[in-house]
């Protein structure tokens, strides 16, 4: 058993985008600068998004902070995404999703600029990356790619089960493993919750790809031998063992499934240090699209 480590493959790809910021500073060039809006005091969300804003000074990237009450209305938000599509000096920006009731997130979503928005969540980019054409890929699904690739990790001809069909992981990845190249070229079967015999179509998998949020679902009767686990689920479990009170668990019961897996990554560690890697690897694409479109 391989284990398909997120965090050091993370480490690598912030390494070779602050090379590329390095050059671009070199060449007295505009370093990417990428924005965040949060709306309300969400803790896992105010969290993720210091993360990322930490992980943007990390690679010499710029970035901004935009904290807006949980009273915002719809209109009062839109007018801020507005503003930074206008904003020549951001490349790219996320709204940190879920927002409050009050605010329609289809709405916002695609009040974004498809050139700016680095979490590919427009549907401009969404039928981009569902046509194979050139595009920005969600970055949690372009994170799991990454992984297979960096690790070689044969698709061509397995057969993938993805678990989960959500717009940000679960429907994308069963497009892009199903897709023309490497990684791709599988045949995906795609399940949810109405999916009978669940057991049955997962103990066929080459690929299994999890994006459920139930704890420890996945177990290892569920799997064949030498199968490959990409674990995408992040659930906090109480833990009184544990100082925090809690555990990260994901949706594979990992003690038991890596005995049987050929590949498999670790929660937490795996496909989360991955997301933000490659939020960064969207913004840079954004700021070199934007450098063609001015030459």
């Known amino acids: 058993m391989e284990l398909l480590d997120g965090k050091k493959t993370a480490a690598d790809i912030k390494a070779e985008i602050t090379a590329e910021v ?10 990417p600068h990428l924005a965040a ?8 969300s105010l969290t993720y998004v210091g993360s990322k804003v930490k992980a ?3 690679v010499g990237f710029e970035s ?5 009450p949980s009273t915002t209305s719809e209109t009062e938000l839109l007018k801020k995404i507005i503003e930074l599509n206008e904003d020549d000096n951001i490349d790219g920006f996320i709204v940190q999703l879920p927002l409050p009731q009050q605010i329609d997130t ?20 969404f039928g981009k990356m569902a046509l194979d054409m ?7 699904p372009f994170g799991i790619l990454e992984l297979l690739e960096r690790y070689n990790v044969e698709t061509k001809g397995k057969h993938t089960v993805v678990i989960g069909r959500s717009h940000i992981v679960g429907r994308p990845m069963s497009i892009l493993m199903g897709r023309k190249g490497f990684p791709g070229n599988s045949t995906v079967t795609l399940t949810h919750s109405y999916t009978k015999n669940i057991a049955q179509i997962t103990t066929q998998a080459d690929i299994i790809i999890t994006a459920l949020g139930v704890p420890n679902y996945l177990k290892a009767e569920m799997i064949k031998d030498d199968a490959v686990v990409i674990d995408v689920g992040i659930t906090r479990v109480t833990d009184e063992s544990d100082p925090r009170g809690y555990k ?5 019961d990992f003690d038991n499934v890596s005995k049987k897996a050929s590949f498999i990554t670790p929660v937490p560690g795996g496909v989360g240090p991955m997301t933000i890697a490659m939020l960064l690897k969207n913004t840079l694409l ?10």
Do not use: W, Y
């Open 37 to 44: 809006i949060i709306v309300g005091n969400d803790g896992a």
């Open 248 to 252: 990260i668990t994901g949706d594979v």
């Open 106 to 125: 289809q709405r916002v979503l695609m009040a974004i600029d498809p050139s700016k928005d680095v979490d590919g969540f427009h549907p401009e980019n």
């Open 134 to 140: 050139s595009t920005f890929i969600p970055a949690t």
């Open 64 to 68: 901004t902070l935009i904290k807006m």
């Open 56 to 58: 943007c000074e990390l």
């Open 286 to 295: 954004a700021r070199e699209q934007k450098r063609l479109l001015l030459e």
């Open 22 to 31: 390095n050059k671009m500073k070199a060449n007295k060039e505009k370093v």
